[in-house]
């Protein structure tokens, strides 16, 4: 799959597109996003700490499309586990997905989200269904 | 505190704002809101179904949120797992969240996320710092 | 099935049997069980504590064996989280498995772990596979 | 901390004991051990592969340990998520843990674990106290 039919899968979706997701790279099992700040993600008005929210949807995201070239297309997520490292302040965020393990029923994958000094702001990491669908 | 206490300190926070949150029910260790739905939740155009970085979102907030008759105020998320249990399209969430563990540094809480027809779509559990803030 | 069923399935396995478990109650889609304290389950010596290990072996064990009447055998578990909300020493445990939601490819399941005092010890919750094998 | 000291610090745990840990090297803010096989880890006798209550007590114990040369000792888990990705019967283990932040409240550790062909079985993650004992 190449960057820009992944940006189109990207773009296809409401809310992947509120996100402001650009799709930076695209590995066999990696891909790396930018994700472009507004202001409904402040948390809290007086830190204007960008919401724990916002940061599980990149992890999710990133994770799930980390297997594109692998599956051809998003999946469901089964679940989904997010560490939160240090708060982030009004700035474009980067979100960089990584197959930990391929299954034919399930995979795992992994997440990190880094600001824009690179400092770590959230990991994580899912369990997605790769399994064919039924029918 | 109040219902109007706890509704102030959602309604101040932009993304919580933009997740269309009314408090209905504030207990000494719960919570249950609702979350109005809005076309920048859907996920696949095709699927209609709300994102699941929508439904993390409002497990971190109800978990969170239902520590506010321990604690006064939101704390720090550590972590967080959310299931994902059905698709949901097109229609108001309710989350409820329930406080596991009260603890004197950290604390432990679920929630669930019910659709209209008040079948589960997402469940989860977070860990929240709740040692006093140092100073 | 019955819970002489269900003690045989599980005093067949030697990493139960270690364990010492005896199933107290057997529901629809819960499970009671009871594990026999052993000094091998101390962590640190000076401190005494059972060791989180073996914590996280009885929740996912509890909630696997909640799935015996909705699937009929233990299934391989997909993923788990566990919280620990105490330490415990030198007794035995009471592990009660739950299900959250069945599915038809893989199920969520939750457990909680009581001491001899019924104060909750640690709980948590996995996916596991519920889909029938291929072939 | 020298490789001595932190075996030293492995072999007075009974449980650790049990699982038969040799630390093989221990970094920065890593560390790598090895876990004898022993009958009593089979979960099912007929497939004779290793309960995953197993691999959950080695990824708890290697990302704990990881902290080893910034904490100085153990410390108390908070949570912790383990992935299984595949079966693996009657060998020995290789459990390697690493920091992925070191925080003055908690820190967030990961953990791997091989097989004796250096196949993944399972990872995981965990969130640790690292806040100086009050008092």
Redesign the interface.
């Known amino acids: 799959m190449t960057l820009e039919e992944a940006q189109e899968l990207v773009s296809?979706?409401?809310?992947?597109?509120?996100?402001g997701l650009e799709v930076l790279e695209l590995g066999a099992d990696t891909i790396a996003v930018k994700a472009k700040w507004r202001?409904?993600?402040?948390?809290?008005?007086v830190l204007g700490q960008t919401?724990?929210?916002?940061l599980?949807?990149?992890i999710?995201?990133a994770a799930d499309f980390s297997l594109l070239n692998s599956i051809g297309h998003?999946v469901?997520?089964?679940?989904?586990?997010?560490?939160?490292?240090?708060l982030t302040k009004q700035c474009d965020l980067v979100a960089e997905g990584r197959v930990?393990?391929l299954?034919r029923?399930?995979s795992?994958c992994e997440a990190r989200i880094f600001d824009e000094n690179r400092l770590?702001v959230a990991?994580?990491?899912g369990?997605y269904?790769t399994?064919p669908k039924a029918g």
């Open positions: 296809r979706g409401p809310f992947l597109n509120w996100l202001p409904e993600w402040v948390a809290n008005p919401h724990g929210g916002i599980a949807s990149l999710d995201f998003p469901p997520t089964i679940d989904m586990r997010v560490d939160y490292h240090r930990i393990k299954g029923q399930f795992i770590l990991s994580g990491r369990a269904i399994a």
